[in-house]
């Protein structure tokens, strides 16, 4: 429970920070830190996504810079393929599942270690006079949206790593923009990931996710208030270095120990 609750606050400030890259511990923290099954693993983490991105969702919610008919679109067309990367994620046995993952982690700590590009000046998306340009927005936002779905169902990730960039570089909104619409699009996806999931909630410890997602919705809201004071760059890089270091973690112990991952 204690451990339970460590990771849970480190995961949720690093959403209500960052905006996106910090629910990529969960999965590792539940498996390998708390002792859950794949499978239960990945709902838990989703549960505590969900629970993260809204509380720094809420904490945003006045802010006025969440663009809400791109979040809606976005975010719809990654629930149908939510259920698509759950069905594909159970074709694959746990061991290659989470060398999967652990690959995945290294793509996510390397974007975070590139240095921000300039925003977009223009893009699909960009709102111009109150309204959005769809025609151009819709085809790139349903395609970002149905990605990032299969992510969330596959891996049990929010996806905030890739939404953030879609949005700012593919779509043209600012990064305030990004960030807070980003809130949005992992809640939903989040949501159709843990109902894809729910089949495995007979393996869930309740507990132990209730302190995981109760400390991370906590950290979350906190650090979403101070999010703005505090050096983003440096946070960016320290956590890229961590994310760096559990994925080769992941990846040893899944080759070297997969009699592990049917006991946990």
């Not at 699909?124 to 992510?151: E, N």
């Not at 983003?232 to 994925?247: E, K, P």
Request: aromatic letters at 6%; one cysteine or more; a positive charge.
């Amino acid at each position: 429970m204690i451990l339970a609750g460590v990771f849970g606050l480190v995961i949720g400030a690093a959403l209500g920070l960052l905006g996106a890259g910090g629910s990529i511990l969960a999965v590792p923290a539940l498996v390998y830190g708390v002792g859950q099954p794949v499978e239960a693993a990945l709902f838990g983490s989703l549960l505590v996504v969900a629970v993260s991105a809204a509380g720094g969702l809420a904490a945003r919610l006045r802010s006025g810079v969440i663009r809400w008919p791109v979040a809606l679109v976005f975010g719809a067309a990654g629930v149908p393929t939510a259920f698509a990367g759950t069905a594909l994620g159970r074709l694959i046995a746990d061991q290659w599942l989470l060398v999967a993952f652990s690959v995945l982690m290294v793509l996510v700590a390397v974007r975070m270690l590139r240095p921000n590009p300039e925003e977009a000046t223009g893009g699909a998306c960009r709102i111009r006079d109150g309204r959005v340009d769809w025609r151009s927005c819709l085809p790139k936002a349903l395609a970002a949206g149905a990605g990032v779905g299969v992510l969330t169902g596959l891996f049990g990730v929010g996806g905030g790593f890739i939404i953030v960039p879609a949005l700012t570089l593919l779509l043209g909104l600012s990064a305030a923009e990004a960030i807070a619409t980003s809130l949005v699009i992992v809640t939903i996806t989040s949501l159709a990931g843990l109902s894809a999931h729910a089949a495995a909630a007979g393996g869930v410890d309740y507990a132990v996710i209730a302190a995981f997602a109760g400390t991370a919705l906590l950290a979350s809201l906190a650090a979403g208030r101070v999010a703005n004071r505090l050096p983003a760059a440096a946070l960016r890089r320290g956590f890229a270095y961590l994310i760096l270091a559990v994925a080769v973690g992941v990846a040893a112990a899944a080759l070297l120990a997969p009699a592990a991952l049917s006991t946990g």
